[in-house]
């Protein structure tokens, strides 16, 4: 399967599909810690790009990348979007939350993607089962890696704004055993 259609394809699709290159992988549901620490990423992002040319988006609009189609988390864009559009256009930073079946396409397949579209500049990636994240940030031809943990934040220069990761990891219920059914 091409691309092209693939996009073709996927835009008949009733549930989302990422594009490996090759295939339709279909996206697997996330859990209510990445739920929770997705939705905090997203109100911080609103609220420190109020004013300003850059928009958030994600996590049901797609960007191509290396040929790949992609469904991040959160994507920031600089540039204008169509409201009918289905891809946003020249993503900027991109963010992933890890999740037990994902860990190794986006520590791997996503980067090596992500470092090969120009338009990205960082890429965060935060740990779901702990206060953490993985940044990598484009320099000239390279990309630097650096490691942020509870206490520390998140500089985003290119988009003009800075994160705290306790602000995205704020009262999630790590120690509280799973239960089947609800009490009561």
């Not at 009262?171 to 059914?181: C, F, G, I, K, Y």
Request: aromatic residues 8%.
């Amino acid at each position: 399967m091409t691309l092209t259609e693939f996009l073709a394809w996927a835009e008949r699709q009733p549930t989302r599909f990422e594009f490996d290159g090759l295939k339709p992988v279909a996206m697997t549901g996330g859990t209510v810690a990445h739920n929770r620490i997705m939705r905090r990423l997203h109100r911080a992002l609103e609220r420190g790009l109020e004013g300003r040319p850059c928009e958030p988006f994600g996590p049901d609009v797609k960007i191509v990348v290396d040929g790949r189609v992609r469904y991040p988390d959160a994507v920031v864009s600089c540039v204008p979007q169509s409201d009918s559009s289905l891809v946003i256009e020249s993503p900027v930073v991109v963010f992933e939350v890890l999740g037990e079946s994902t860990s190794r396409t986006d520590r791997i397949e996503k980067m090596r993607e992500y470092q090969a579209t120009p338009s990205i500049l960082r890429y965060v990636i935060l740990e779901q089962d702990s206060i953490g994240a993985t940044v990598f940030e484009r320099q000239d031809k390279t990309w630097a890696a650096s490691t942020l943990t509870d206490g520390d934040r998140l500089f985003m220069p290119e988009i003009g704004v800075e994160i705290s990761l306790a602000e995205l990891y704020a009262d999630l219920r790590r120690s509280e055993p799973e239960r089947a059914v609800p009490p009561g």
